[in-house]
């Protein structure tokens, strides 16, 4: 804080003020003997308020125990109908039943959403839980809320004022209640009702039957099977099961949330496709089995009349559509995973980018370096289904069969082509051609299943078949199955994209068999509903209902994919011209596909022609990569240590396209090691960095016309990409020599030398490092893991700007700190304005899982329960704030000097959201010779408290006795539960004379 008065002269008293308008932030250069300055030696936990005060930041929540390595936040467009699962008890009569799986369909209006993506060895995302709890008996209003003490979360309901439930839900990391458990204790009182049991009022549920492993009992088309005992549930066949963190018995550490895929089920047993695990007798599956202390710390709800709604946050899983098959289905970051709890010494964080309402992620694992599963290949998510990046070439062939209308050399190809659940559309490589010469004959095109297809495609397990011919009508259902020798229920989720083929033939003369079954007309959908196989309905088979089934046949055993088709290609004889053939859908479930072609050229003709890709704009699938980010409206990513200095990026024809042959380039590097980061610095500029150097390169990537220069190599670059944040005035980003801005070209060392004194040789993992912008404090917040202790952190507020120059922002740096295993080590997000981050558990966390915690609500009014500030505590334990000042000395540091009296000033405003919350501090005086300490009531204490007990109490004063130095270090600290500091300044008052033994040697 900087000295505003200049020491001016008030009878015989001097004034040193200190307001924190002037404040800057840590300062880790000046010298102890240099006059005080507008900075501090310590800022902890602080950020800047309203009129220029200081006020503490807020604290965080759990929001869930998952085992997270990553938490990403997704954003779409609602540009196609979005459907919500619901869960129903299931009635009625085929084809007109209530399934055990409904949606609600929210109508495209273009609005935004914005949701937060968790990665353990599956992808979650963030939901909520409405449960509806009857009004039984008792006097209105009803209201409940929750709240922090120093141990626990607690949920309590009021009736009328007075409290019938204060609950201990634990503190979510070492304890915690599940949702199952709050709702019995809620129905057990004499004036609330709630069905746990019924499907619709709450989610499904199991009750483990005794400690198991899940047995293994065979296997699905789609994966391996596993069985578990059960006291009581009500899943049914189609739903996804969780295994929450609580009900493992044992598992490789770190233990985490799992799930998988119900495929049948009895009154004591559920068989799912997933993982073995090890589960609890007693403990609670499902949803359901999910921390009740995710419930917000907020304001309270109430209601006047009628039942109470309570929500309840949960993680719900995003469904893999990817091929991995055997051991590993479900895990499809198991290699990534492993990695991040380990975390080898070069392992960066996974990093992702938010393009065409599709969440892109990249993650990076030292083994796997290959197109073979998801380790270190770049990862998708549309809302509905993870699944991988880009689509192959596939397999096509053609022989002549019997007597037809072709005569004639023709050609086919193919490609594949894929619908994602946001209405993109990907198109794959062409296959090579496939020629053959008719003689008046027909041909049989064959497409094989090869394993780039099993790998890459991203649809490996996904999909149905028809089971049995049907002509559904509007809002019916119709059956479907896996198409096994004894078929069981398929793996398709409502709201997934559905593409399936009638009995009306594409083109006459394309049929499945030579003049049987046709080969109809696609049709593109969505799967709005699923009905379980089960014996409320018969006959006892899976259907489900889809979007647009009125007016059509739909043939047994058509295939019925999530979304992936295959589009054939042929010419006219002796032609080099190709015309679509026809499309048809091609689910995980098919090994190879057939059909037949009698189309005459007359008729093929018709169809649209294709148009090839530019030659070196192919539409390859992206390479293995370890980084993402997106520059020129496309994709850029790196390609690890199989090629440490390669970048690729995605052509101008789709930004899932990357052209082998032409769009990677290498950064002429003499340092070792791969790329750690890359960023677009502006429309023409991508920023290319490793730990100790840094690449500009300028101008169109995709079309080639770009230059690369090295602009440093052995100094500064940039150790992580997740440390890299773009804020108004450039890109912020973490070097070992610490933090630098990018803007134009242009590496800047010199903003930050003040904390970045504080980070030069010391034990740090700098590539682990993980950043956010929290734009709604205007804050760049970026934590450090060190090598032994608790991470480390710093926020760089950017809220001012100088009102000269719109473009210079003023930086004010505080320190961070949080709990053990509270802390932001794993990264952040920012999503709807709420801040979520994830803890780092160390260095290897086979003793902690690494948690999400939400970042408190600043709301207006006391605790509903204990009148504190609720949103001051980090968890369950007191945030510590500390303001040290430098060594004030008054610019002679060689005169002992006396001190009378410390007054702080904390002058609230009407613009406080959280409105005034109490807070003591614990003054303290460092001063050189010891020759006396603060302390009014005590004076030879080193320390005294002070009290703000109300928004009246403008200042407090300390009075200093015998208190001659050469300069004083004011320390202020408050680590009192659910309190926090505001100060908007403070003041020493020294004597205004000498004795004249100051002046002697």
């Not at 119709?478 to 033939?505: E, K, R, W």
């Not at 003499?670 to 502006?682: H, M, R």
């Not at 000097?897 to 959201?913: F, G, H």
Request: hydrophobic residues 35%.
């Amino acid at each position: 804080m900087i000295d505003t008065s200049g020491g001016a002269s008030v009878a015989n008293k001097d004034f040193q003020q200190f307001f924190s308008s002037d404040f800057a932030g840590i300062d880790g250069q000046r010298s102890a003997l240099e006059p005080e300055a507008n900075f501090v030696n310590r800022a902890l936990n602080y950020e800047m308020s309203v009129g220029n005060n200081l006020r503490g930041r807020i604290g965080c929540q759990t929001i869930g125990n998952c085992g997270f390595f990553a938490v990403f936040p997704y954003r779409f467009n609602r540009t196609q109908n979005q459907y919500d699962i619901l869960y129903r008890a299931p009635a009625g009569t085929y084809p007109n039943q209530t399934p055990n799986l409904d949606t609600t369909a929210i109508t495209a209006d273009g609005a935004t959403v914005e949701r937060l993506v968790g990665l353990n060895q599956q992808a979650w995302v963030l939901d909520t839980m409405s449960i509806v709890v009857s009004y039984v008996s008792g006097t209105y209003p009803f209201s409940w809320y929750s709240y922090a003490d120093s141990s626990s979360i607690n949920f309590v309901i009021k009736e009328n004022g007075s409290i019938i439930l204060n609950e201990g839900l634990g503190d979510g990391i070492t304890s915690s209640v599940t949702i199952w458990e709050l709702l019995g204790d809620i129905d057990a009182l004499a004036q609330l009702s709630v069905s746990r049991t019924t499907r619709g009022t709450c989610h499904p549920y199991a009750i483990v039957d005794g400690n198991q492993t899940t047995a293994s009992i065979g296997s699905a088309t789609y994966g391996q099977i596993y069985e578990i005992t059960v006291s009581a549930h009500n899943f049914a066949a189609g739903d996804i099961i969780c295994f929450p963190l609580n009900s493992l018995l044992s598992f490789s550490p770190p233990e985490r949330l799992s799930a998988g895929v119900v495929i049948a089920t009895t009154a004591t047993t559920i068989r799912y496709v997933g993982q073995q695990v090890s589960l609890v007798g007693s403990s609670i599956l499902g949803n359901l089995g999910q921390d009740a202390t995710s419930y917000p710390i907020d304001v309270a709800q109430s209601v006047s009349g009628g039942n109470l709604t309570i929500s309840f946050p949960y993680w719900r899983l995003i469904p893999e559509g990817d091929a991995t098959v055997g051991s590993l289905y479900g895990r499809p970051f198991f290699h990534a995973s492993a990695s991040a709890y380990t975390k080898y010494d070069s392992w960066l964080p996974p990093v992702a980018e938010n393009m065409n309402s599709i969440l892109y992620i990249a993650c990076s694992s030292p083994s796997d370096y290959t197109v073979n599963r998801l380790p270190n290949n770049l990862a998708k998510i549309d809302d509905k289904q993870l699944s991988r990046v880009g689509l192959p070439a596939p397999i096509i062939s053609a022989t002549n069969t019997g007597a037809g209308a072709l005569t004639g050399l023709y050609k086919y190809k193919a490609y594949f082509k894929r619908y994602d659940a946001q209405g993109n559309i990907i198109e794959g490589r062409v296959s090579s051609v496939s020629s053959i010469t008719y003689a008046a004959e027909y041909g049989t095109v064959t497409f094989t299943n090869n394993i780039a297809f099993v790998d890459a495609t991203g649809y490996m397990v996904r999909g149905c078949y028809k089971r049995t011919t049907e002509s559904p009508t509007a809002g019916q259902f119709f059956y479907v199955d896996d198409n096994a020798g004894t078929p069981l229920s398929p793996n398709i989720q409502p709201g997934d994209v559905i593409c399936l083929t009638d009995n009306t033939a594409q083109k006459t003369g394309l049929a499945y068999t030579f003049g049987g079954t046709v080969l109809g007309r696609l049709h593109r959908t969505v799967c709005t509903a699923f009905s379980a196989q089960a014996t409320t309905i018969s006959p006892t088979a899976s259907s489900i209902r889809v979007g647009d089934s009125s007016g059509y046949t739909i043939n047994d055993n058509t295939i019925i994919s999530t979304g992936l088709t295959l589009v054939v290609l042929r010419t006219t004889a002796g032609g080099n011209t190709f015309y679509e053939l026809c499309e048809l859908p091609v689910n995980g479930y098919t090994t190879s596909l057939t059909f037949t072609d009698n189309v005459t050229d007359a008729n093929l003709i018709i169809s649209p022609t294709f148009t090839e890709p530019e030659i070196g704009k192919e539409h390859d699938p992206p390479p293995p990569c370890t980084l993402v980010c997106q520059h020129q409206g496309g994709l850029v990513v790196t390609r690890g240590p199989n090629a440490p200095n390669t970048v690729t990026v995605s052509t101008a024809e789709g930004i899932e396209y990357f052209p082998t042959a032409s769009n990677s380039f290498d950064v002429p590097s003499n340092q070792s090691g791969s790329i750690t980061a890359i960023a677009s610095d502006s429309d023409d500029r991508l920023a290319v960095f490793k730990d100790r150097a840094y690449y500009d390169v300028v101008g169109d990537v995709d079309a080639g016309n770009f230059s690369i220069s090295i602009k440093n190599e052995g100094d500064y670059g940039v150790s992580s990409q997740s440390s890299l944040i773009r804020v108004p005035f450039g890109l912020i980003g973490l070097s070992r020599n610490g933090f630098v801005i990018i803007k134009d070209g242009q590496l800047n060392p010199w903003a930050f030398r003040e904390a970045n004194a504080r980070l030069i040789n010391q034990e740090y993992y700098y590539n682990w490092a993980t950043a956010f912008n929290d734009h709604v404090n205007r804050q760049y917040i970026c934590t450090i893991p060190q090598v032994t202790g608790n991470p480390v952190g710093f926020a760089i507020d950017y809220s001012r700007r100088d009102e000269t120059d719109a473009e210079r922002f003023f930086t004010k740096i505080f320190e961070r700190s949080y709990p053990t295993n509270v802390d932001q080590g794993g990264g952040g997000a920012l999503v709807s304005n709420v801040l979520y981050h994830l803890s780092s558990a160390g260095a290897l966390a086979a003793s902690t899982p690494l948690t999400v915690f939400r970042r408190l609500r600043r709301f207006d009014g006391n605790s509903p329960h204990l009148g504190d500030g609720d949103a001051f505590v980090d968890n369950t334990v007191a945030i510590n704030y500390v303001l040290e000042s430098p060594p004030i000395n008054r610019g002679e540091p060689g005169l002992l000097k006396s001190a009378i009296r410390l007054r702080i000033w904390s002058i609230p405003n009407d613009y406080v959201v959280e409105g005034w919350v109490p807070f003591s501090f614990l003054v303290e005086s460092g001063a050189s010779p010891l020759v006396q300490y603060i302390g009014s009531s005590n004076p030879l204490g080193t320390s005294a408290t002070v009290t703000f007990s109300s928004e009246s109490n403008l200042f407090q004063d300390v009075k200093l006795v015998k208190n001659r130095a050469h300069f004083y270090i004011v320390r202020f600290t408050t680590n009192t539960i659910r309190t926090s500091p505001f100060i908007t300044g403070y003041e020493l008052m020294f004597a205004d004379n000498y004795d004249k033994e100051d002046f002697q040697k």
